[in-house]
């Protein structure tokens, strides 16, 4: 068998003037970064990613091919890539050589002989206004599976599995897409819910509100109709707007800081020290630029997903804003779906709570294990717990007699995860009685 041909390519970020390094696949077929000796010499630099540090050594195969391997998204633009190059799924370079000018974020993977593609956005100039009719083909074409036009092709692609397309939102309130040749970022990503669970977008969009409610800094989503279609419009925390101007602000997910494949973004995936897990997680939010606060944070999200049903907190639904002067701040928690009440997830934990993977099974040691796993000092874990645990079972009981009807099994949910972490943590605090919460056989939630 042919031996792969060597291939180089250049990694920017939409503010870098010069490349801030080079990918580069191998004669063998392994995968390498070395960052550009400009980019390091820059005051201002910062790391592409934790799991990437600003070094002179090149990055070996595993990290890099992890990392590179995180901006591919499985949609039907990669399937397209494939099947029209004759490229493996494997062969990242060769599809990034191909799709890397549509990267998610501020980076872009492009070819030695072509100039960088991602540049700041000026509202005022940038932009072609969609009109109503448009945007409803769009979600339309969305809808029913059918490809988008080629003047219409998304600009800017979102991971994830659901049916998304990436806008820019104008201060006149209309939607629009970038103007060909511009580069210009997106402001809001349009998401459609499973065909399987309709009612997805209100309960994101929901849940999402509900969290801001209790203090958590979240991006912002609204649940809305577009023609026949229940949509979701999530603003995007990755940009920054100021005055009529739009940048990218660089993001990696928690998968990526820990150097680890999509693959393996549920602790269950993996194995002991190639996992998401406690300890990984530790790691990662030990690298911010406020330990103690992130650790807390999130703590506190944890809780929140725990008593809401969210146990689709993988590694890629978790993010880190990196930024220049090397600032590692924890991203604005994000994808915050009620999983549980669809009645077609798993209830295993995305990862352990101590030797807990299901919720039912945790226990205040659990707790208390988990909390020292991310960094929180032992001394204190059982006070930061109670107080933590104790405040959003307050604010949530509060909300929760405002709960609209269709939300009667997100508060029947909550009686039921409230009263084990009242009873396991010993906290004494007043639930009102509620119908019960039931699961069928095998571990499978019933809306």
């Given at each position: ?334 994808d915050l779906t009620p999983v549980l009440m669809g009645g077609d997830y798993t209830d295993e934990l995305a990862f352990n709570v101590g030797a807990a993977s299901h919720f039912d099974a945790i226990t205040a040691e659990d707790l208390i294990a988990f909390t020292a796993a991310i960094g929180i000092p032992a001394s204190g874990a059982l006070a930061l717990l109670k107080a933590a645990a104790g405040e959003l079972i307050d604010q949530i009981e509060e909300l929760s007699e405002s709960f609209p009807r269709e939300m009667a099994a997100l508060d029947r949910l909550f009686g039921h995860t409230a009263a084990h972490i009242n009873d396991i943590l010993g906290l004494e605090r007043a639930l009102r009685e509620r119908d019960a919460h039931v ?9």
């Amino acid at each position: 068998m042919a031996q792969p041909l060597m291939l180089i390519l250049q990694v920017w970020l939409e503010a870098s003037p010069e490349p801030v390094g080079y990918f580069v696949k191998g004669d063998d077929g392994d995968l390498s970064f070395t960052y550009n000796a400009q980019w390091l010499a820059d005051p201002s630099c910062h790391a592409l990613s934790l799991s990437l540090p600003l070094s002179e050594e090149a990055f070996g195969d595993v990290p890099v091919r992890a990392w590179f391997g995180n901006l591919l998204h499985e949609n039907d633009q990669l399937e397209a890539t494939m099947a029209r190059y004759g490229i493996e799924r494997s062969d990242i370079a060769g599809l990034l050589e191909h799709l890397g000018a549509d990267c998610p974020g501020a980076v872009s993977v492009l070819g030695l002989d072509r100039p960088p593609v991602k540049r700041p956005g000026t509202l005022s100039e940038d932009y072609d206004p969609l009109d109503e009719g448009t945007l409803r083909d769009i979600v339309e074409r969305l809808a029913t599976g059918k490809l988008l036009p080629d003047e219409m092709r998304d600009p800017s692609p979102v991971a994830g599995v659901r049916r998304k397309i990436s806008l820019a939102a104008l201060p006149d309130g209309r939607f629009a897409l970038p103007k060909n040749g511009t580069g210009a970022p997106t402001t809001h990503i349009l998401k459609l819910p499973d065909r399987q669970n309709l009612k997805e977008a209100r309960d994101e969009a929901f849940l999402t509100d509900l969290a801001a409610r209790c203090g958590f800094e979240v991006g912002t989503c609204i649940a809305d109709e577009i023609g026949e279609h229940d949509v979701l419009l999530i603003n995007r925390f990755d940009r920054l707007i100021d005055s009529d101007k739009v940048y990218r602000l660089h993001v990696e997910d928690f998968a990526q800081a820990s150097g680890l494949p999509s693959d393996l973004k549920y602790e269950r995936r993996g194995e002991a020290g190639r996992r998401f897990d406690a300890p990984k997680i530790g790691a990662i939010l030990a690298a911010t630029d406020q330990p103690a606060l992130a650790r807390n944070t999130f703590l506190k999200m944890t809780l929140f997903n725990l008593l809401l049903g969210n146990n689709d907190n993988h590694a890629k639904n978790n993010g880190l804003i990196l930024a220049h002067g090397g600032s590692v701040q924890l991203a604005p928690f994000y994808d915050l779906t009620p999983v549980l009440m669809g009645g077609d997830y798993t209830d295993e934990l995305a990862f352990n709570v101590g030797a807990a993977s299901h919720f039912d099974a945790i226990t205040a040691e659990d707790l208390i294990a988990f909390t020292a796993a991310i960094g929180i000092p032992a001394s204190g874990a059982l006070a930061l717990l109670k107080a933590a645990a104790g405040e959003l079972i307050d604010q949530i009981e509060e909300l929760s007699e405002s709960f609209p009807r269709e939300m009667a099994a997100l508060d029947r949910l909550f009686g039921h995860t409230a009263a084990h972490i009242n009873d396991i943590l010993g906290l004494e605090r007043a639930l009102r009685e509620r119908d019960a919460h039931v699961t069928k056989g095998g571990g499978w939630s019933l809306s």
